[in-house]
């Protein structure tokens, strides 16, 4: 554990929430705000907690808060094409200079994510109130899993299935089935320069996915494991392809 509590940011796209009553119903003070909370129940003091979202002056993701945030958490939907691309080249050279990146459900589809990725991230899915997912551990043992039994039942889900259009995995963590009989990769590490990315699926905005306790800690684990400590392993820097004449690592300020 770290002595100097991870800086989180929790950004939320917050456009459901004010656009449609049943979502509403089930986050009437955003899904950031529940992503938050959650955090903030399984860390405690190891973590400080803040949120951000698009309507906000440079989407709440300025260089001050990109500056101060260890791992950020993305959750979009219905509004990716909104995110300015200056915000997200800024979040994406953030990532690779260590930030840690968790990205949600329909996030997968995020400029931000594709641009991690290189791939379209595209995927199968279906909204049916009546599916059911399960989400299933093939990873015990690792940070990620901590506190997480064989599988994790999620009583109404949207269905996302395969073919997901991702690069394979650094690790996977979670393998998903549903009603329908589809499977999907749900919880996918990658490493991206210095910085880790944790993709979990499981959210849909409709269904209460967000207070359940299970989801909860994932997501905590995550935050921890995508945390690295600026202290004990500071930003290699490379910001040009220098030549390397011999003995060029003998000298001093060689760059
Ligand atoms: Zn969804």
């Excluded at 770290?2 to 656009?19: L, M």
């Excluded at 200079?97 to 931000?112: C, D, E, P, Y």
Aim: charged share 20%; proline share 6%; aromatic share 10%.
């Amino acid at each position: 554990m770290s002595i100097q509590p991870i800086r989180v940011t929790v950004w939320g796209e917050n456009a459901h929430e004010k656009t449609s009553e049943t979502v509403r119903a089930v986050y009437p003070d955003g899904m950031h705000t529940v992503i938050a909370a959650g955090i903030r129940e399984y860390l405690g003091d190891g973590a400080v907690v803040r949120t951000a979202t698009l309507e906000q002056d440079e989407h709440g993701l300025t260089d001050e808060v990109l500056g101060s945030t260890d791992v950020l958490t993305w959750w979009g939907h219905m509004a990716h094409g909104k995110v300015e691309d200056a915000v997200v080249d800024k979040v994406y050279q953030r990532v690779l200079n260590g930030m840690g990146l968790i990205v949600l459900h329909s996030g997968h589809f995020s400029k931000i994510f594709r641009k991690l990725m290189g791939t379209s991230c595209a995927l199968r899915w279906r909204e049916d109130p009546n599916e059911r997912e399960l989400v299933w551990n093939v990873r015990p043992g690792h940070p990620i899993t901590k506190g997480i039994g064989p599988v994790i039942v999620v009583p109404h889900q949207e269905m996302y299935g395969e073919y997901f259009d991702i690069p394979q995995p650094d690790e996977q963590i979670f393998i998903s089935s549903f009603t329908g009989g589809e499977v999907f990769r749900s919880g996918c590490c990658f490493t991206r320069g210095q910085g880790r990315i944790f993709y979990f699926s499981p959210g849909h905005e409709t269904f209460p996915v967000y207070y359940q306790t299970e989801i909860k800690q994932v997501i905590a684990n995550a935050v921890g494991w995508a945390y690295r400590d600026p202290a004990s392993s500071p930003v290699f820097e490379i910001t040009k392809a220098p030549n390397a004449p011999t003995g060029w690592f003998e000298k001093s300020g060689n760059d």
